[in-house]
């Protein structure tokens, strides 16, 4: 089992910055890699940003320039840095962790943490 929480939500002017962070912990050993979703009201959940074991990261187009994912390993932690925030980056953000074990992909979710950002 893999244990998320999230950190760093919170409430943005337009143009701003927010960092989010995601501890976790349990079975990190075999966590192959750790992303953050967001989701906004009567939307569906969509994939901002993922890091793999190896680090290699991925990005949706709409926050390509604007957001960074990285994470620090000692901490065990993954961050995920918005600059020049949107009122269309508002949403309920979650963090998200793989696992791939003998063929079978394990997903584990945080609670999720809010980021408002006004106009």
């Known amino acids: 089992q893999v244990q998320l929480v999230e950190s760093g939500g919170g409430l943005v002017q337009a143009g701003g910055s927010l960092r989010l962070s995601c501890a976790a912990s349990?079975?990190?050993?075999?966590?192959?890699?750790m992303g953050w979703y967001r989701q906004a009201p009567g939307k569906q959940r969509e994939l901002v940003a993922a890091?793999?074991?190896?680090?290699?990261?991925n990005y949706a187009d709409s926050v390509k320039g604007r957001f960074t994912i990285s994470r620090d390993n000692a901490k065990n932690t993954v961050y995920l840095q918005m600059n020049s925030l949107k009122p269309e980056d508002t949403a309920v953000y979650y963090c998200?962790?793989?696992?791939?074990?003998?063929?079978?992909?394990?997903?584990?979710w945080g609670q999720g943490t809010q980021v408002t950002v006004s106009s």
């Open positions: 890091i793999t074991s190896g680090g290699s990261t």
């Open positions: 998200n962790a793989v696992r791939l074990i003998a063929a079978t992909l394990y997903d584990y």
């Open positions: 349990g079975s990190i050993f075999s966590i192959n890699a």
